[in-house]
């Protein structure tokens, strides 16, 4: 006998969406932190996800704001930065992922660092009012904590820090919502990720489901 299942993909959206909403602990989020929440939830089919999402005061307009005005979006990978929805972009914004620039294997050796850190060496002039995303790199978050340590150094408007992993993925996490240097949102832990950070992305960018 042939499967029977859901063939609207309309239907399947708004039905996901309406089981995220009866199902996960929504309640201590405002209207802005929800919806990003919520696609968070949905990018990883994991209720219990609201657990350990933290949003610092002001995070969502500070970041809205910023990709209303225009500002870039740095990535810390291509796996985040191609999962971005370009037509939910509000001002044609640029995403930006500096992974593959030329010379990052010879300044990851000359930094002593993953090509990850070195990567924001490209960032480091350039992150006025930018929305930073972070979503595989634990040495990509810590670098750019201690980039912002300089006073001198633009600040970006927002930082989205969900990078995933064992080995320092909970502890760069930690340091930034323990530093706060700009409005932030993080997953605690291990969990993290490219999905969970490109759904941060484009919920922000839109207010549309």
Not at 25 to 42: C, P, S, T, W, Y
Not at 67 to 80: K, S, T
Not at 114 to 126: G, M, N, P, Q, V
Request: glycine share 8%; proline share 6%; net charge negative.
């Amino acid at each position: 006998m042939p499967y029977e299942y859901e063939k609207n993909g309309a239907a399947i959206y708004l039905e996901s969406f309406a089981t995220i909403r009866s199902e996960a602990n929504l309640g201590r989020f405002n209207k802005d932190e929800e919806q990003v929440a919520v696609r968070m939830i949905h990018a990883t089919g994991m209720v219990g996800l609201e657990d350990h999402i933290r949003f610092s005061p002001g995070f969502v307009d500070a970041a809205r704001t910023a990709m209303e005005n225009g500002a870039p979006i740095f990535c810390d990978a291509r796996m985040v930065s191609e999962g971005v929805t370009r037509p939910r972009l509000p001002a044609d914004n640029d995403v930006i992922c500096t992974l593959h620039a030329d010379g990052i294997h010879e300044l990851a050796a000359e930094m002593g660092n993953t090509r990850s850190a070195a990567a924001l060496e490209h960032w480091r002039d350039k992150l006025g009012g930018a929305v930073v995303a972070i979503g595989n790199a634990p040495t990509a978050l810590f670098h750019l904590l201690n980039i912002l340590e300089d006073p001198t150094c633009p600040r970006p408007a927002a930082i989205i820090g969900c990078p995933v992993g064992f080995v320092g993925a909970r502890e760069s996490k930690d340091a930034l919502w323990a530093d706060q240097p700009v409005p932030c949102c993080i997953v605690e832990g291990r969990l993290g990720g490219s999905a969970i950070t490109v759904a941060a992305i484009n919920a922000i960018a839109s207010r549309k489901e």
